[in-house]
């Protein structure tokens, strides 16, 4: 099947401050392909090129090497049919403050190309499907960060793209705005809709993505499913058990013993804790209960953590993604 976007060795180098120097390198060439139905998710930390790489996805600015091809099209040579299928949602809120809601929308979809009772329409069903209907007459500059976002979305769908962009679109806003933003990719998604997704919370690409591509410093470090992902990445299952500080190392010895764990090491900063190594935390639990059991040794607390996105990230760079 052809992917929806092709994404073919994107490089952008930005003009030099002060025309001195050669100019940041922001992103370095970049290849992905989106499938038509995806969620698709650009994880990386601030700086790492996401919003240049979406800016140029969208028309906004030109790449220095490379190109994108949307629904066939591309982008530096066919702006104009790409924008037609494309929906953007930038980071930084586009309103203005002292329209009402539905005024922005009505602006923004005239400029899309919409009008008279089509446009109407439209931004009664983008006002319900953001859940502003009932504050479509008050003005942006009276609404909180996750009202003004949510209205920055609206903006995004009034074409009825086939794909939309959306651009950090969590950040600045109360968690239950949050919530509602990211129920709202998930429905969109189920309407048909393809999404590129960036962010830097680990827990959003986690929750939302088929897919997810993650950029560090400019470039694509690692692309793929998240359990692919993860599973590369080697690391382990952790379960992390308290004990009585006299049983630590009668523990120690007896859960080395066990074929499902692979290592067992004593907390470097609480010598009552023992962090215990498996390829499957959960399955091995039960075995490590019962043998803890039949010593009469019981854990006054026990914690299994998984590797995840963050793992990942740790594991390609050495640095925690939120550094
Ligand atoms: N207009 C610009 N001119 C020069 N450098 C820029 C510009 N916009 C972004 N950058 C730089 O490019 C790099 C990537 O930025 P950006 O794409 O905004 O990353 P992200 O969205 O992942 O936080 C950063 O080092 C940033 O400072
Ligand atoms: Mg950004």
Redesign the pocket.
Known sequence: MTPLVEIHGLKKR??P?NGAGE??L??KGISLSIQKGEIFSLL??????????ISIMSGLIAPTEGDVIIGGHSITKNAVAVKKLIGVVP?EIALYPELSARTNLEFFGRLQGLGGAALAKRCDEVLEFIGLRDRQRERIDTFSGGMKRRVNIGVGLLHKPTLVFM??PTVGVDPQSRRSILDAVKALNQQGMTVLY?T?YMEEAEELSDRVGI?DH?ELIALGKQIELIQQTGVKDAIILKLPSEHIEAAQTLLRALPVISNVEVDSDHSDKLHLLSDRGRQALPHVIRALDEANMIPTAIQISEPNLESVFLHLTGRALRD
Do not use: R
């Open positions: 930005y003009a401050k100019g940041n922001a992103v990386g930390p601030n700086g790492a090129g996401k919003t240049t790489t980071q651009d950090e960036t830097h950029m400019g």
